[in-house]
C-alpha cells in the first residue's frame, strides 16, 4: 500500500490479526519501548516510497509534537483542517521510525508485533516487507511477522501519518498530537498458544453461586485455586459462595488458564448487570455513579501515559470517593482496566470514535451515517470490546462520544453485543436513545435532571443540552438515566455539585454522572525559566479553542484543584450529621457497612485549643443510618467529627478521611486588641505602621471560565454574567461624596445605576469600627447580577510571603455554590498560598463565613472581625488578574496586596459547558451591610 492510499483509505487497518483479550501468560514478550530512528516530513506524501532509516532519535511511546517536530494544536468541536471526507490537507505530516529488533531463537514460535496506540495511521515493515496498517489511534493491533522474522538483528520501520480519513473519527475534544504514543512489543507465542480468552464469570445475586465459562482458542484447563475450580475450557461451572466483585470490595480470583504451551494468569471478578424497572442493577443492587471522565494525560508526554502515571490518577480518584470512570473518548491503556478491577471503579469503557465537527455543518456527510465508514467503525468497536470484555470492572460498553446519530451505530452495537451481551451499550447522541441501554444526557440542568427522576417528559431546549435539537424526550420510560457528563470543572468552580448529588440520591432512576473532567490538558512549556503549562493558540495555532482544553478537577502536574476536595466531599460514603448531643450517620455506601470505618471527634475550644478523641459509632449496614451521643463540652466551639479508614486498604493509609460533619456551637471571640490609635484620613485608615488604603466598592471579579461562559454563549447566543457586568462596567466604579451628609454615591463609568453607601469608621475601645451599608440605586436591568458586593483595600508593603489566619472555611476556597470540602476553623497560609493558579487567571482563592481574619503587617498582627464575610488577598488587582493570560505574567509581589471584603459573593456555576449559577446562588443587586472591627493584636 503507498502512503496515500493510507491516508486516504475509509477502512480499518489491514493486516492485523483478529482482535482478542489482553492477558499475561508465560509466552515471552520484548518491550520495544526506548530510542528509536526518526525521520520527520511536513508532508506525507514526501516521504520517500521505503520508510527511512532516519537521522533523528524519538522516544518511543511518545508524541513527535512534544519531542521538537511540529507542534500540539488544541481544537475542541471544530475539525483544523477543511471538513472534506475522506481528505486531509497535502500539509500532513509523517514520521518514519525505526527499530533494530534482537530475536533469540525462535525454536518455532511464532513472532507477533503488537502495538496498542498508534495516532493516526500506520504503516509497518519486517525487514523490508509491509505487514500491514494501523488506523484506530486508541486501537491495539497485533501483526504476525513469523515468515519475516530471523534470530538476531531485525528492522523494524513504521510510517506514521498524522491525518488519514479517519481523523474525521477522532475529533475528540484534546490535543492532535501524532506518533507512536502507547507501547510496541514483540510477543513470541508458541504454535499453538492460547489465541483468544473470553471469561464470564456471573453471579446469581440470590444464591451467591458463580457461573464460570472461560473460552480459549486453544485447548485448555481452567484453574481458580481460592476457589477449588479444576476444568477445562468451553465448560460451564457452577461454584457455590463466590464473593461477588464491585468497587466497594473489588474481590478478585486469580484464574489460571493453562494450554499444552503457554499458560495465562488472569484476575477475574463475578458479577452480574441487568436492567430493571429503569435501574442498573449490579448484583442486584442499584449502582450509583460517582463518576469522573478521564483522558489520558501528561504535561510532558501528552497522551503517552505510563501505568504509573495511570496508578496515581486512580489512587486520588479513590481517596477522593470517586467509584467510576468514563475512559472518555476512547479505550485506555489495557492497564486502566486491570487497575480498576484492583482499586474498585465502575468503567464504561468507550470507543475511539467522535465525529463531532459535523454537528458545526448541520452533521452534513457526517461518517455516522454513511455506509462507507461502517466496517472501520464496527473495527473499533470490537477491538475494544475484544480486548477489554474480561475485566470486571467495565460496567458497559459506549459506542463513542459526539458523533451524532445514524445506520452504522446499529452495526456497532451489534458487533459489540455479538461479542459480549452481558454489558448494557452506552450512547449520548442520538437522542432516540435507540441504540442504548441507558438514557444518558449531558450537562442538563438540575431541573432536567429531576423531571427524567420523575419519569416526567422533558424537552431539551438548546439551554438545558448543549448541542442538543429542541424536542421533546419521551418513550424512555424502561431507561435508567445517568449523566456521562456533567459538572464542567473548567478554572473556579463547578458550582452546583452537592444540588446535583441530591438529585441523584433522590431519584432512584437517576443512577449518577461522570464530572467533566479528570484533567487540565495543559503541555508544559518554558517561559524564560517558568514552567507554564500552555492551552490552546500557545503553539502558533491559526485555529484553536483556547484554554476549553484545560477543564479539570486535577492541574496538569495532577494536583488536585478546590474542585476535587469539593468532589470528595459530596461523593462522601457516610453523611455525618452532627447534633447537639448526638451523632447521625448515614451510610451510602451501596453494599458495604461501615465495619472498616473509625470516626474522632475534634472539639475546638473557645481558649484556641483542640481536643481529638475517638468515638464508637455503632456499625451501620449499607443504606442505614445510625446514631450515638455525643457529649459536647461547655467550652466547645466547633466540633467537627471525621470518619477515617480504620486499616489500610489498597489505596490508603489507615486514617486517610472518608468523610466529616460539623456543627458551629458559637463563635471564636477574636484576639484581644492592643492600645493601638487608629487614624482615619480620606486615603484610608492607618494604626501605626499598618496602613490599609481605601475602602472602594467592590462589585467586579476577572471572570471565571464559568461567568465567561464563552462555549454557552457561542451556542446559546445571550449574555455570560462577565459579559453583563462588562456592559455596566461594574469593573469602573468611581465615587461622588456629599460634601454634606458624607454619604458616597457609587456609580459605574456611563451608567446610571450604583450603590449609595453610609460608611461610618469610628474609634472604639483600642480599634476601629466600621460600618458599611450598601443600598442599591438606579433601574438595574431586570434579572442583572453582580459578582460580588464589598470593600476593597490595597495595602502597601506587604506581598506574597505576607501571613494571614483566619478562622472560617478553609483552607481552600469556597463561593456560594461550591467549598464543599471547605470547613469551617482556624487556617493559616502565606498570602501566596492562598492563591489558586488556574492555566488562565481568573477569580480565585475566595474564603467565606470568615468571622476573624488576621494579617502579619511589619511586625504586627491586624485583626479584622466582626459578622461573617467572605475575602479574598492577593497581589493584583481584578484588572490585573483579568488582563493575565498565564500566571507567570503576574508578578509575584507587586509591593502590595488587594484585600477585598465582601458582604456578598456571586456563585459560579459551570456556565463554561452547562447550566449557569442557581437562582439560589446568584447575587442580584440588594442591601448590604459590613460590620467589622479593626484592631491590633498583642
Ligand atoms: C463535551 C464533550 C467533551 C468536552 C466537553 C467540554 O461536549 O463530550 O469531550 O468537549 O464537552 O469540555
Not at 120 to 136: D, Y
Not at 561 to 575: E, G, I, K, M, N
Amino acid at each position: 500500500m503507498d502512503t496515500r492510499a493510507l491516508i486516504d483509505g475509509l477502512g480499518p487497518g489491514e493486516g492485523a490479526l483478529q482482535p482478542r483479550a489482553r492477558y499475561r501468560s508465560d509466552a515471552a514478550e520484548i518491550d520495544l519501548g526506548g530510542r528509536w530512528r526518526f525521520a520527520p516530513y511536513e508532508r506525507a506524501l514526501d516521504a520517500p516510497e521505503e520508510p527511512a532509516r532516519g537521522d533523528a532519535e524519538i522516544q518511543v511511546p511518545g508524541h513527535w509534537q512534544l519531542q521538537g517536530h511540529g507542534a500540539p494544536a488544541y481544537t475542541n468541536v471544530v475539525f483544523p483542517f477543511p471538513v472534506d471526507p475522506p481528505h486531509v490537507p497535502d500539509a500532513n505530516p509523517a514520521g518514519d521510525y525505526q527499530r533494530d529488533v534482537e530475536l533469540p531463537d525462535l525454536d518455532g514460535r511464532r513472532v507477533i508485533l503488537r502495538f496498542d496506540g498508534v495516532d493516526n495511521a500506520a504503516q509497518i515493515w519486517f525487514n523490508g516487507r509491509e505487514v500491514g496498517t494501523t488506523k484506530g489511534s486508541r486501537n491495539t493491533h497485533e501483526f504476525d511477522v513469523t515468515q519475516h522474522a530471523r534470530p538476531g538483528v531485525n528492522d523494524l520501520r513504521v510510517r506514521v501519518v498524522q491525518f488519514s480519513a479517519t481523523s474525521y473519527l477522532e475529533d475528540q475534544d484534546m490535543w492532535w498530537m501524532s506518533g507512536i504514543f502507547r507501547p510496541v512489543t514483540v510477543l513470541l507465542l508458541p504454535e499453538e498458544s492460547l489465541g483468544d480468552l473470553r471469561v464470564r464469570a456471573d453471579v446469581d445475586p440470590a444464591t451467591g453461586e458463580g457461573i464460570l465459562r472461560v473460552d480459549a482458542d486453544a485447548d485448555a484447563s481452567v484453574r481458580i485455586a481460592a476457589l477449588g475450580v479444576d476444568a477445562r475450557a468451553g465448560e460451564e461451572i457452577r461454584i457455590p459462595g463466590v464473593r461477588a466483585w464491585s468497587p466497594e470490595d473489588p474481590a478478585l480470583y486469580e484464574l489460571v488458564v493453562a494450554g499444552a504451551h503457554e499458560s495465562a494468569r488472569l484476575r477475574i471478578g463475578f458479577r452480574r448487570i441487568e436492567i430493571r424497572d429503569a435501574q442498573i442493577l449490579v448484583n442486584g443492587i442499584p449502582v450509583l455513579f460517582r463518576g469522573v471522565n478521564r483522558h489520558d494525560h501528561h504535561p510532558d508526554r501528552g497522551r503517552a501515559v505510563t501505568v504509573d502515571d495511570i496508578r496515581e490518577d486512580l489512587l486520588l480518584m479513590k481517596r477522593s470517593n470517586v467509584n467510576a470512570i468514563r475512559t472518555s473518548h476512547y479505550p485506555p491503556r489495557p492497564e486502566l482496566l486491570e487497575l480498576a478491577d484492583e482499586l474498585g471503579f465502575w468503567v464504561i469503557d468507550e470507543a475511539d470514535f467522535e465525529s463531532h465537527g459535523f454537528s458545526e455543518l448541520g452533521e452534513r456527510r457526517n461518517p455516522v451515517d454513511d455506509p462507507a465508514w461502517r466496517d472501520a467503525l464496527v473495527d473499533r468497536m470490537r477491538r475494544m470490546v475484544a480486548r477489554d470484555r474480561n475485566h470486571p470492572s467495565v460496567i458497559m460498553w459506549s459506542l463513542g462520544n459526539e458523533s451524532g446519530a445514524g445506520r452504522n451505530l446499529a452495526d456497532m452495537r451489534a458487533a459489540a453485543l455479538e461479542l459480549d451481551d452481558s454489558r448494557p451499550i452506552h450512547y449520548e447522541r442520538d437522542y432516540s436513545f435507540r441504540y442504548s441501554d441507558v438514557f444518558s444526557l449531558m450537562y442538563p440542568t438540575h431541573e432536567a435532571v429531576e423531571k427524567i427522576g420523575r419519569f416526567e417528559t422533558v424537552t431539551l431546549p438548546r439551554h438545558a443540552v448543549i448541542l442538543a435539537d429542541e424536542g421533546e424526550l419521551s418513550g424512555l420510560d424502561a431507561k435508567p438515566f445517568i449523566l456521562c457528563e456533567y459538572a464542567h470543572a473548567m478554572g473556579t468552580g463547578p458550582g452546583g455539585l452537592e444540588e446535583y448529588q441530591e438529585l441523584f440520591r433522590h431519584y432512584p432512576r437517576v443512577q449518577g454522572g461522570f464530572v467533566w473532567e479528570w484533567f487540565e490538558h495543559g503541555i508544559a512549556y518554558d517561559a524564560g525559566g517558568a514552567r507554564v503549562h500552555g492551552y490552546g493558540g500557545d503553539f502558533g495555532e491559526t485555529v484553536h479553542d483556547g484554554n476549553f482544553v484545560a477543564d479539570g478537577l486535577v492541574s496538569p502536574e495532577r494536583v488536585g484543584r478546590p474542585a476535587l476536595t469539593d468532589l470528595a466531599q459530596v461523593f462522601r460514603p457516610v453523611d455525618i450529621r452532627v447534633g447537639e448531643n448526638r451523632i447521625e450517620v448515614e451510610n451510602r455506601f451501596e453494599r458495604s457497612s461501615t465495619e472498616g470505618i473509625a470516626y474522632t471527634v475534634t472539639t475546638l475550644l473557645a481558649d484556641g485549643g483542640e481536643v481529638d478523641e475517638p468515638i464508637e459509632i455503632p456499625v451501620a449496614r449499607a443504606r442505614e443510618t445510625v446514631t450515638a451521643p455525643l457529649l459536647t463540652r461547655p467550652d466547645a466551639l466547633l466540633v467537627t467529627v471525621s470518619a477515617r479508614l480504620a486499616a489500610a486498604s489498597a489505596w490508603a493509609p489507615a486514617g486517610h478521611e472518608l468523610a466529616w460533619g460539623q456543627r458551629l456551637v458559637r463563635l471564636p471571640d477574636p484576639p484581644a486588641g492592643a492600645d493601638a490609635v487608629w487614624a482615619v484620613d480620606p486615603r484610608g485608615i492607618s494604626a501605626g505602621v499598618v496602613r490599609l488604603e481605601g475602602p472602594t466598592l467592590g462589585a467586579w471579579r476577572a471572570p471565571t471560565d464559568n461567568d465567561r461562559a464563552t462555549r454557552m454563549v457561542e451556542l446559546r447566543g445571550g449574555v455570560s454574567d462577565a459579559g453583563s457586568w462588562k456592559k455596566l462596567n461594574l469593573h469602573a466604579p468611581a465615587v461622588w461624596t456629599d460634601p454634606d451628609t458624607g454619604e458616597r454615591r457609587w456609580g459605574f463609568a456611563g451608567r446610571d445605576v450604583g450603590f449609595d453607601e453610609r460608611l461610618a469608621l469610628e474609634p472604639v475601645d483600642g480599634g476601629l469600627a466600621l460600618d458599611a451599608r450598601l443600598t442599591p440605586r438606579g433601574p438595574w436591568p431586570e434579572g442583572q447580577t453582580l459578582a460580588r458586593i464589598g470593600h476593597d483595600w490595597v495595602i502597601p508593603g506587604a506581598g506574597p510571603r505576607t501571613r494571614v489566619r483566619w478562622f472560617g472555611r478553609g483552607f481552600r476556597q469556597s463561593y456560594p455554590d461550591t467549598g464543599a470540602g471547605a470547613r469551617l476553623g482556624w487556617f493559616e497560609g502565606s498570602v501566596a498560598e492562598l492563591q489558586e493558579h488556574y492555566l488562565r487567571p481568573q477569580d480565585n482563592g475566595v474564603r467565606a463565613e470568615v468571622s476573624v481574619l488576621e494579617i502579619e503587617l511589619g511586625g504586627r498582627r491586624l485583626v479584622i472581625s466582626g459578622e461573617p464575610f467572605s475575602f479574598s488577598l492577593r497581589p493584583w488587582t481584578d484588572a490585573e488578574l483579568d488582563a493575565a493570560n498565564h500566571p507567570h505574567e503576574l508578578a509575584a509581589d507587586t509591593g502590595r496586596l488587594i484585600l477585598s471584603i465582601n458582604a456578598h459573593v456571586h456563585g459560579v456555576g459551570t456556565a463554561a459547558c452547562g447550566p449557569g449559577v442557581l437562582e439560589q446562588h446568584r447575587l442580584h443587586p440588594r442591601e448590604a451591610h459590613l460590620a467589622l472591627r479593626f484592631a491590633i493584636s498583642r
